[in-house]
């Protein structure tokens, strides 16, 4: 069995023409949209060209040859959230193998130049496939198909052109709207930023978060962990066990009284962590609460040590409104081009993909998009940085079973 990630060529853009109001999307468009509002109902088509990849990947194993049998062992696409809700009720359909779907696709027709229409507005089902419909399963910003099926029999038909029908809840105001493979590369900050620094472990770092929610168990060992649910102290949470290293020794700020106990200001110590999943509670020495075991409180964390080995950071100072507005935006995943400008590295692009950010803009004046891929560690400050969010692109992988 080989697994194969499938990308498609882009369409031609083309102006939309027809349909009511414009509302049935298509690869071409700048985005995919599924959903219905009010007498507006909102679908996607995806026109997919999967044989050339799999023939390609199949060329490419030592004792097979383009056109060897095979078979689809399974078949997942992924779509990316842009805007909306998530988690609705979000379904794909195989629409007629034998039908010319253009991207001049409309709510009516096939395409523009089809002389018969769709049977049902919004478009038709593959009569092989009227029982069968793939209902998508939500991961965070990220919705997954199972469409094996639907593969299975476009394989057997010998088609080209894999067309897939994705539409939501129609009848309510939920309206998600997906990345396409025409998604534009977006600039953070609508510019050039001057003021970014890329961080890996082994660098120095000072963090001072704002006040968080905190659990301090005490046991075989003491432990703190996060209480809170909301989103900026989740991000400085974050931001505090993934940057800090064990050993370092740090202030522990707590201002509160319960259960008649004030800890004030605290030296701890970090000694470890319960595990290595980002947001796990952090192992430390330097609390004592006496008999009690569980002790609730808000607290600030400040720190000065080296970024742990496997932590990669871009920071950007005193961020723009709207350079802000873009970083805090960032969801795990995405996919941040950058382009280093002038300075030591010139016109010298890298990939990297958000794991998760933290707006540390009160205490520190910066916004932090933590990485997981490891950084060119530099002080760009006052040097030409682009940063482009590329969108996530809707993304088909396949397992092949090779006959």
Same mark, same amino acid.
């Given at each position: ?19 009511? #109001? ?11 949209? $599924?959903?219905?509002?009010? #007498? ?31 078979? !689809? ?37 096939? *395409? ?17 496939? *009227?029982?069968? !419909? ?38 309510? *105001? ?10 534009? #590369? ?64 740090? *202030? ?13 200001? $605290? ?24 008999? !009690? ?5 808000? /607290? ?17 100072? /005193? ?28 016109? #010298? /692009?890298?990939?990297?993909? $958000?794991?998760? $950010? ?46």
């Amino acid at each position: 069995m080989a697994t194969f990630n499938v990308t498609e060529d882009k369409y031609p853009t083309e102006p939309f023409s027809g349909g009511k #109001n414009g509302n049935i999307l298509y690869s071409s468009r700048g985005y995919l949209k $599924v959903g219905g509002k009010d #007498n507006e109902k909102y679908r996607a088509v995806l026109l997919i060209q999967p044989r050339q990849y799999f023939s390609a990947a199949v060329s490419a194993i030592e004792g097979f040859t383009s056109g060897s049998p095979y078979t !689809i062992g399974n078949a997942t696409l992924t779509l990316t959230r842009s805007s909306g809700a998530t988690g609705g009720l979000i379904e794909a359909v195989l629409l007629p193998l034998n039908t010319n779907i253009d991207s001049s696709v409309s709510w009516y027709k096939p *395409s523009e130049a089809a002389t018969t229409g769709w049977t049902t507005e919004g478009g038709d089902i593959e009569t092989t496939a *009227s029982k069968i !419909i793939s209902v998508g399963s939500w991961s965070g910003s990220t919705v997954q198909f199972d469409i094996t099926p639907f593969l299975n029999m476009w394989d057997s038909k010998g088609s080209s052109l894999l067309p897939l029908l994705i539409r939501g809840e129609e009848n309510s *105001s939920n309206i998600t709207e997906f990345c396409s493979w025409e998604c534009e #590369n977006k600039p953070i900050g609508n510019g050039t930023l001057q003021n970014c620094k890329f961080l890996a472990g082994g660098d120095t770092n000072t963090l001072q978060t704002e006040g968080i929610r905190v659990l301090v168990s005490v046991g075989s060992s003491t432990t703190v962990s996060l209480a809170d649910d909301n989103a900026a102290a989740i991000q400085q949470w974050n931001s505090f066990g993934a940057a800090t290293s064990t050993g370092t020794t740090f *202030s522990f700020v707590s201002p509160d009284m319960e259960q008649g106990i004030v800890l004030g200001t $605290v030296t701890c110590t970090l000694t470890g962590r319960t595990s290595t999943d980002t947001g796990s509670p952090l192992v430390i020495t330097g609390i004592s609460l006496g008999a !009690i075991t569980e002790y609730y409180t808000t /607290a600030e964390f400040s720190s000065t040590s080296i970024i742990p080995t496997g932590t990669n950071i871009l920071e950007i100072t /005193a961020p723009n409104t709207q350079t802000k507005t873009d970083t805090t935006k960032l969801v795990a995943d995405q996919t941040l081009l950058v382009n280093y400008r002038a300075g030591t590295a010139v016109s #010298n /692009a890298h990939s990297f993909t $958000v794991k998760f $950010v933290s707006d540390e803009t009160l205490k520190q004046n910066r916004v932090r998009v933590y990485l997981n891929e490891t950084t060119v560690s530099e002080n760009r400050i006052g040097k030409n940085t682009d940063l482009l969010l590329v969108t996530n692109q809707p993304t088909l992988t396949a397992d092949l079973l090779l006959i």
